[in-house]
């Protein structure tokens, strides 16, 4: 750039200042430097801005009042992909520039930038889209600096297009000059494309030979209303497609997919469409419409057009609006709402490749809408549910995973790797803890081989070793014999619910002491036996077990977890002694059970709180089998209806070096109860008022035992609201501080984050 007369520093005016601006966090490839360069220019600003391997750096010059006004916009008006996790200024001495500029980018800047999560096509690529006008017109793969695919897409880092997916595919010269142009927004977008450069769609039959078709998007929809299931390539997978208003073709789905009663979630046009289903608050009205655009578990109203088997005997329904733009033009073609479940068998996950679509999808699709950008990284679609005045994450995957959760501490690198149900890892690297999309059940070998994939994903893209491998003690979970073979890395095993303690500390940056009220369905105790309704005081360097329910039996472990009738007969016999008379044992052959109760063979021991859900729901008239992990606690909560009623019999004794919260007297209450013949509702609520008076008692005698008062929830049995949304008035109102997760799920998705800093903390 040439000097003129005006840029000799003689002639400036005394009040200029020149300063120079780092940000860091996710602060590349999401437009952050033509945001910079049109706030400068705003201004009146003069100067540079780059980016560099700390992160991007900015130079300012002008007058002081011009200088604070930027800083501030640059907070306030960030990009909506960006994140700023810091941003430090300091002067310098003044320069001699006329115009802002973007410099060109220095080699090898990726080291501290963040990498971005997939987001959901924003409104300017929406309205390109839909106007004929445009050269994108109707375009399936349209996005922009501020939209579009990111983590499911890279390879590797540094974040540009030769490492990503987007590499096949050389940019058209329009697409080639929006992406030098700092004043486009599609400047420097990696995944640019356009009908003439891009990706393509295609249609597939059940063999995968290819259909010739003009527009395979307008026929798939034909296809889905005649009641078909498509399989349909989108951002981090596979979804198999069907009209959810269609109870057979739903019917068909579940019997092809092995998923007999498991809630599927659906897609529908609008925030409008989905008001006609669901009621919905102002915080899931923002999250449907947010870029992260997860399912979000809402209450169903009654009389509507969508299937029964979509979420049968439940009174929720998971929904969430179109978030790609080939979604959007499903629904320019006139979609019905669409049942979008993950393609796969259940519980297996998420398909991603063609032709492990068109091999593993075998019997189930009818029909496969693909295309030719191929997904790197699987990831699911985020589930999350409204409870207490703010949304939880019942799963977190697209759209949130790789953003890191900010963490106090500093020090060792730390790869934890979860627990065996809907694993997730996490790499903990300096004060970032980078939380894994929803990698699944691993005791399915897909689940298993995403598992490993996702561990060197994650070292290569977040370039970093472990120092220490945190796993948890059970030993058959997969994830822990993985974390022993790795032979030259020192391992460290993490009681399953100090994790969880220490994963809602970790969220809300706590540190010190806290009563952590863990209540789930199963982790390996320190003695062995199998532990889920704990109250435990700690913090990272170390717990107590300070109480936890009386122990009780579980003949035959897995095979009671998925009958809870088991559950229920061994329950009763512990707590009687001898099977009372009660309806629902009737054509049951209980005899095994109580021997082996009684006999004390094959069975385990549980303190866990989900167990005794399981065995009260099941007495009380509740499901006797289940079809998916909680269903027998979720039906039976969904019987509650009013809190106003009271507590079963319940005691709480010291046996054995710590506080037990007894079962049997419990047993007998409900038993008692049942005789008398209380209605379903009645015993449901009754139980759960039993669970809070129960827990409100256990931590006030913590809080006189130890002086703690602040609380952490954790475990998944907490994702019952009817449990949730009473618990938490009641502790604020007996003067507790209490802390629940919102950023990480409160389930097992959440355990690895805690691991992490237990690890870091006991490796220091
Ligand atoms: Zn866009
Ligand atoms: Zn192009
Ligand atoms: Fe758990």
Same mark, same amino acid.
């Given at each position: 750039?040439?000097?003129?007369?005006?840029?000799?520093? !003689?002639?400036?005016?005394?009040? =200029?200042?020149? #300063?120079?601006?780092?940000?860091?966090?996710?602060?590349?490839?999401?437009?952050? @430097?033509?945001?910079?360069? %049109?706030?400068?220019? @705003?201004?009146? =600003?003069?100067?540079?801005?780059?980016?560099?391997?700390?992160?991007?750096?900015?130079?300012?010059?002008?007058?002081?009042?011009?200088?604070?006004?930027?800083?501030?916009?640059?907070?306030?008006?960030?990009?909506?992909?960006? +994140?700023?996790?810091?941003?430090?200024?300091?002067?310098?001495?003044?320069?001699?520039?006329?115009?802002?500029?973007?410099?060109?980018?220095?080699?090898?800047?990726?080291? %501290?930038?963040?990498?971005?999560?997939?987001?959901?096509?924003?409104?300017?690529?929406?309205?390109?889209?839909?106007?004929? &006008?445009?050269?994108?017109?109707?375009?399936?793969?349209?996005?922009?600096? %501020?939209?579009?695919?990111?983590?499911?897409?890279?390879? %590797?880092?540094?974040?540009?297009?030769?490492?990503?997916?987007?590499?096949?595919?050389?940019?058209?010269?329009?697409?080639?000059?929006?992406?030098?142009?700092?004043?486009?927004? @599609?400047?420097?977008?990696?995944?640019?494309?356009?009908?003439?450069?891009?990706?393509?769609?295609?249609?597939?039959?059940?063999?995968?030979? *290819? =259909? !010739?078709? &003009?527009?395979?998007?307008?026929?798939?929809?034909?296809?889905?209303?005649?009641?078909?299931?498509?399989?349909?390539?989108?951002?981090?997978?596979?979804?198999?497609?069907?009209?959810?208003?269609?109870?057979?073709?739903?019917?068909? $789905?579940?019997?092809?997919?092995?998923?007999?009663?498991?809630?599927?979630?659906?897609?529908?046009?609008?925030?409008?469409?989905?008001?006609?289903?669901?009621?919905?608050?102002?915080?899931?009205?923002?999250?449907?419409?947010?870029?992260?655009?997860?399912?979000?578990? $809402?209450? #169903?109203?009654?009389?509507?057009?969508?299937?029964?088997?979509?979420?049968?005997?439940?009174?929720?329904?998971? *929904?969430?609006?179109?978030?790609?733009?080939?979604?959007?033009?499903?629904?320019?073609?006139?979609?019905?709402?669409?049942?979008?479940?993950?393609?796969?068998?259940?519980?297996?996950?998420?398909?991603?490749?063609?032709?492990?679509?068109?091999?593993?999808?075998?019997?189930?699709?009818?029909?496969?809408?693909?295309?030719?950008?191929?997904?790197?990284?699987?990831?699911?679609?985020?589930?999350?549910?409204?409870?207490?005045?703010?949304?939880?994450?019942?799963?977190?995957?697209?759209?949130?995973?790789?953003?890191?959760?900010?963490?106090?501490?500093?020090?060792?690198?730390?790869?934890?790797?979860?627990?065996?149900?809907?694993?997730?890892?996490?790499?903990?690297?300096?004060?970032?803890?980078?939380?894994?999309?929803?990698?699944?059940?691993?005791?399915?070998?897909?689940?298993?081989?995403?598992?490993?994939?996702?561990?060197?994903?994650?070292?290569?893209?977040?370039?970093?070793?472990?120092?220490?491998?945190?796993?948890?003690?059970?030993?058959?979970?997969?994830?822990?014999?993985?974390?022993?073979?790795?032979?030259?890395?020192?391992? =460290?095993?993490?009681?399953?619910?100090?994790?969880?303690?220490?994963?809602?500390?970790?969220?809300?940056?706590?540190?010190?002491?806290?009563?952590?009220?863990?209540?789930?369905?199963?982790?390996?105790?320190?003695?062995?036996?199998?532990?889920?309704?704990?109250?435990?005081?700690?913090?990272?360097?170390?717990?107590?077990?300070?109480?936890?329910?009386?122990?009780?039996?579980?003949?035959?472990?897995?095979?009671?977890?998925?009958?809870?009738?088991?559950?229920?007969?061994?329950?009763?016999?512990?707590?009687?002694?001898?099977?009372?008379?009660?309806?629902?044992?009737?054509?049951?052959?209980?005899?095994? *059970?109580?021997?082996?109760?009684?006999?004390?063979?094959?069975?385990?021991? !549980?303190?866990?709180?989900?167990?005794?859900?399981?065995?009260?729901?099941?007495?009380?008239?509740?499901?006797?089998?289940?079809?998916?992990?909680?269903?027998?606690?979720?039906?039976?909560?969904?019987?509650?209806?009013?809190?106003?009623?009271?507590?079963?019999?319940?005691?709480?004794?010291?046996?054995?070096?710590?506080?037990?919260?007894?079962?049997?007297?419990?047993?007998?209450?409900?038993? &008692?109860?049942?005789?008398?013949?209380?209605?379903?509702?009645?015993?449901?609520?009754?139980?759960? #008022?039993?669970?809070?008076?129960?827990?409100?008692?256990?931590?006030?005698?913590?809080?006189?035992?130890?002086?703690?008062?602040?609380?952490?929830?954790?475990?998944?049995?907490?994702?019952?609201?009817? $449990?949730?949304?009473?618990?938490?008035?009641?502790?604020?109102?007996?003067?507790?501080?209490?802390?629940?997760?919102?950023?990480?799920? +409160?389930?097992?998705?959440?355990?690895?984050?805690?691991?992490?800093?237990?690890?870091?903390?006991?490796?220091?």
């Amino acid at each position: 750039m040439a000097e003129t007369a005006a840029e000799i520093l !003689t002639n400036t005016p005394s009040d =200029l200042i020149r #300063k120079q601006i780092r940000i860091n966090g996710i602060v590349q490839g999401v437009g952050f @430097r033509p945001f910079i360069y %049109n706030l400068a220019n @705003r201004y009146h =600003l003069t100067g540079t801005v780059i980016n560099s391997a700390d992160g991007v750096i900015i130079e300012v010059q002008g007058r002081e009042s011009a200088m604070d006004k930027f800083s501030n916009s640059i907070q306030d008006e960030a990009p909506p992909i960006s +994140m700023i996790s810091s941003m430090n200024s300091f002067e310098i001495p003044l320069k001699r520039n006329t115009a802002f500029s973007i410099l060109q980018s220095q080699k090898n800047v990726s080291v %501290n930038t963040l990498i971005s999560p997939d987001i959901a096509v924003c409104p300017d690529c929406i309205s390109e889209c839909f106007d004929p &006008k445009d050269r994108r017109y109707l375009y399936p793969f349209i996005n922009c600096t %501020n939209c579009g695919p990111r983590y499911t897409i890279i390879e %590797n880092i540094p974040y540009d297009r030769p490492y990503t997916s987007m590499r096949h595919f050389d940019l058209c010269p329009d697409c080639q000059k929006e992406y030098n142009d700092p004043n486009n927004r @599609r400047f420097h977008a990696q995944p640019n494309a356009c009908p003439e450069c891009g990706p393509k769609v295609q249609l597939h039959d059940a063999k995968g030979s *290819i =259909l !010739t078709l &003009k527009n395979p998007i307008k026929e798939t929809i034909e296809l889905i209303k005649k009641g078909k299931i498509v399989a349909i390539k989108g951002l981090g997978g596979y979804h198999l497609a069907v009209d959810a208003t269609n109870e057979h073709a739903v019917m068909e $789905l579940r019997k092809r997919k092995l998923r007999e009663e498991k809630p599927l979630a659906i897609m529908v046009r609008s925030l409008e469409m989905a008001n006609k289903f669901c009621f919905i608050n102002q915080e899931e009205s923002e999250a449907l419409n947010s870029i992260h655009s997860p399912i979000v578990v $809402l209450k #169903k109203r009654g009389g509507i057009s969508i299937a029964e088997d979509v979420a049968p005997r439940n009174d929720r329904l998971g *929904i969430m609006l179109p978030y790609t733009p080939l979604h959007h033009i499903l629904f320019y073609y006139d979609a019905p709402p669409l049942v979008m479940t993950s393609a796969n068998l259940s519980e297996e996950p998420i398909c991603i490749d063609n032709w492990e679509a068109f091999s593993r999808l075998e019997g189930i699709a009818d029909f496969y809408l693909t295309h030719n950008r191929d997904i790197y990284l699987r990831s699911d679609d985020s589930v999350l549910i409204h409870l207490d005045k703010s949304l939880h994450h019942i799963r977190r995957s697209r759209g949130y995973a790789p953003r890191p959760i900010f963490v106090k501490s500093k020090g060792p690198t730390v790869l934890a790797v979860g627990g065996e149900l809907k694993n997730t890892i996490c790499l903990l690297k300096n004060n970032q803890a980078f939380l894994s999309q929803h990698i699944g059940d691993l005791e399915n070998i897909e689940a298993y081989s995403f598992f490993t994939d996702t561990i060197n994903h994650f070292q290569r893209i977040f370039e970093s070793e472990p120092e220490i491998i945190a796993h948890d003690l059970h030993p058959e979970y997969l994830s822990t014999k993985w974390a022993k073979k790795q032979l030259d890395i020192p391992t =460290l095993g993490i009681q399953h619910h100090h994790a969880h303690l220490a994963s809602c500390m970790a969220e809300h940056k706590l540190e010190e002491p806290v009563i952590g009220i863990i209540m789930d369905g199963t982790g390996y105790g320190t003695d062995g036996s199998i532990w889920g309704g704990e109250i435990l005081t700690g913090d990272f360097s170390g717990f107590h077990r300070f109480a936890g329910f009386e122990p009780m039996p579980l003949p035959g472990g897995d095979a009671a977890i998925k009958a809870p009738w088991r559950t229920a007969v061994a329950y009763l016999q512990k707590s009687f002694g001898e099977l009372p008379d009660l309806s629902f044992l009737k054509n049951l052959s209980t005899s095994p *059970i109580v021997e082996m109760v009684e006999k004390n063979v094959n069975c385990f021991q !549980t303190s866990s709180c989900g167990r005794l859900f399981d065995a009260v729901a099941a007495m009380c008239g509740g499901l006797q089998t289940i079809r998916y992990e909680g269903q027998a606690a979720i039906e039976f909560m969904q019987k509650a209806d009013s809190l106003n009623v009271h507590a079963f019999e319940h005691r709480i004794e010291f046996r054995d070096d710590r506080w037990q919260m007894l079962v049997s007297p419990i047993i007998h209450s409900v038993v &008692k109860a049942i005789q008398n013949g209380e209605s379903i509702q009645k015993l449901s609520s009754r139980f759960h #008022k039993t669970l809070i008076d129960l827990f409100i008692e256990i931590v006030n005698i913590a809080k006189t035992e130890t002086g703690l008062s602040k609380v952490v929830i954790s475990g998944g049995v907490f994702q019952n609201h009817v $449990l949730f949304e009473a618990i938490i008035p009641k502790l604020r109102a007996n003067g507790f501080e209490v802390f629940t997760q919102r950023q990480v799920p +409160m389930n097992d998705g959440g355990i690895s984050l805690g691991q992490a800093l237990i690890a870091r903390q006991q490796y220091n």
